[in-house]
C-alpha cells in the first residue's frame, strides 16, 4: 500500500476549504482534536488534499502559519510516504474493497508507541469500502481509542458506512463551492472559460473533478460514450452490442466512471429541461425521443438514474458483479426508456 505513494508533496489548502481548515486547526492547536475525522463530499472536492494537508500538519515537528512547514524531519519522512507514525489503509487497487486484513493492522500500529513521540495518524479511504468485516475491525478502534491516535476517514458516500461508525466520527462536510470560486480555481489551473464552465456542469460542482473531466484523454472517453449510448437511445444500435464494447473500458477509466459520465448526463438533460443549459443538440434531441414527453417523460429517466446509483454504490463497495451483465442490463433499461 504505502509504496505507491512516494514523495507527495503537502499540498496546498483549496481555496473553498478555508472554514473547515480554521475549524479544525483551531481544535488540532487547542488540544481538542477528536481521535476520529470523517471526511464527506462528493468526489472531486479536494477532501484527500486536505486530509493530507492535515496529516502532514498533525506531524509536522514545527508547524508554521497553522500549517506543516514542509522542511522538518517529520515532514520530510511524511512526504517520502515513510513516517513511522502514519498508517495509510487504501483498497489494493481503484474499485476494490478494503479487506479486514488491512484493517488488522490497524492493532500492531496503535499498539506500539510513536515511532517520532508525536500523535500518530490512521488515515483510510475510501471509507465506504469497508466490508462489514474489515468495519466491524475498524469498530473496534473506534470503541477503545488509543491515546494520541487519530483516525482519518475519508467517504464520498457516507450512507455506506456502518451508523456506529459515524457517531464514533466527527464530520467535516464539503460542500460544492460558489460557481465562481470553482470557476476561478479551475481558470488559474490553465482552463478556457467555456471548457470550464462545461465540465464544471459535468461534475456536478466538483472542480477537482471537472479539471479531471477536462482532461482530452477523459473527454475523449466521456464522448465517445455518450456518442454510444444516444445510438442506443435512437435504436441505431444494439445494448448488448454496446455493452459488450465498453466490458473492458479504456485504460485509465473505469466501469464506475462511466456510470458516473452516465449519471452527469442525465443531470444535464433535467437542466437542459428546465432551460438552464440551452444549446445542447444532442441532450436536446435525445429528450424529445422520450416518450410521453414533458415530466411524464422525464419520470422513468429519474428511476433510471436511481438505478445508475445503486450500480455504482454495490461497485464502490467492493461487489463483483459480472461486469458484461450489468452493462447490458443497464443499457436494455437505458434503451428501453426511449421506446413507446
Ligand atoms: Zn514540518
Not at 2 to 15: C, D, G, M, V, Y
Not at 27 to 51: D, I, V
Not at 68 to 74: L, M, P, S
Request: aromatic share 6%.
Amino acid at each position: 500500500m504505502s509504496e505507491t505513494f512516494q514523495h507527495i508533496p503537502i499540498p496546498e489548502l483549496l481555496p473553498w476549504q478555508a472554514l473547515q481548515w480554521q475549524r479544525i486547526g483551531a481544535q488540532w492547536r487547542a488540544g481538542r482534536c477528536p481521535h476520529a475525522l470523517l471526511l464527506t463530499g462528493q468526489a472531486g472536492l479536494g477532501k484527500r488534499a486536505f486530509a493530507e494537508a492535515f496529516s502532514a500538519l498533525v506531524l509536522c515537528e514545527q508547524p508554521q502559519g497553522g500549517q506543516a512547514c514542509g522542511g522538518c524531519k517529520d515532514c520530510r519522512l511524511w512526504q517520502a510516504g515513510s513516517h513511522p507514525d502514519f498508517l495509510r489503509i487504501e483498497p489494493e487497487k481503484a474499485g476494490s474493497p478494503l479487506k479486514v486484513e488491512q484493517v488488522r493492522q490497524l492493532g500492531d500500529f496503535v499498539s506500539r508507541t510513536s515511532g517520532r513521540g508525536g500523535a500518530r495518524l490512521v488515515w483510510l479511504a475510501p471509507a465506504e469500502a469497508m466490508n462489514i468485516n474489515a468495519a466491524n475491525a475498524l469498530l473496534k478502534n473506534l470503541e477503545e481509542p488509543a491515546a494520541s491516535v487519530i483516525f482519518l476517514l475519508i467517504s464520498d458516500s457516507p450512507a455506506g458506512l456502518l451508523p456506529t461508525i459515524c457517531s464514533r466520527c466527527q464530520s467535516i462536510t464539503f460542500p460544492s463551492p460558489a460557481e465562481e470560486v470553482a470557476l476561478q480555481w479551475l481558470h488559474n489551473q490553465g482552463l478556457e472559460e467555456q471548457l470550464a464552465r462545461r465540465a464544471l456542469a459535468l461534475s456536478g460542482g466538483a472542480p477537482l473533478l471537472a479539471a479531471e473531466l477536462a482532461e482530452p484523454q477523459a473527454r475523449e472517453v466521456r464522448e465517445k460514450f455518450l456518442r454510444e449510448l444516444t445510438c442506443i437511445a435512437e435504436g441505431r444500435t444494439s445494448a448488448v452490442a454496446v455493452a459488450g464494447r465498453w466490458e473492458a473500458p479504456p485504460e485509465c477509466t473505469e466501469i464506475e466512471q462511466l456510470l458516473q459520465f452516465w449519471q452527469q448526463w442525465i443531470s444535464q438533460m433535467a437542466q437542459v429541461r428546465s432551460c438552464d443549459l440551452t444549446g445542447d443538440a444532442q441532450l436536446m434531441a435525445l429528450l424529445q425521443r422520450l416518450p410521453g414527453g414533458g415530466e411524464e417523460g422525464l419520470r422513468p429517466l429519474f428511476g433510471f438514474y436511481d438505478h445508475l446509483l445503486q450500480a455504482r454504490k454495490g461497485l464502490k463497495s467492493g461487489a463483483n458483479p459480472n461486469r458484461r451483465l450489468l452493462l447490458e442490463e443497464l443499457m436494455i433499461r437505458w434503451a428501453r426508456l426511449f421506446t413507446v
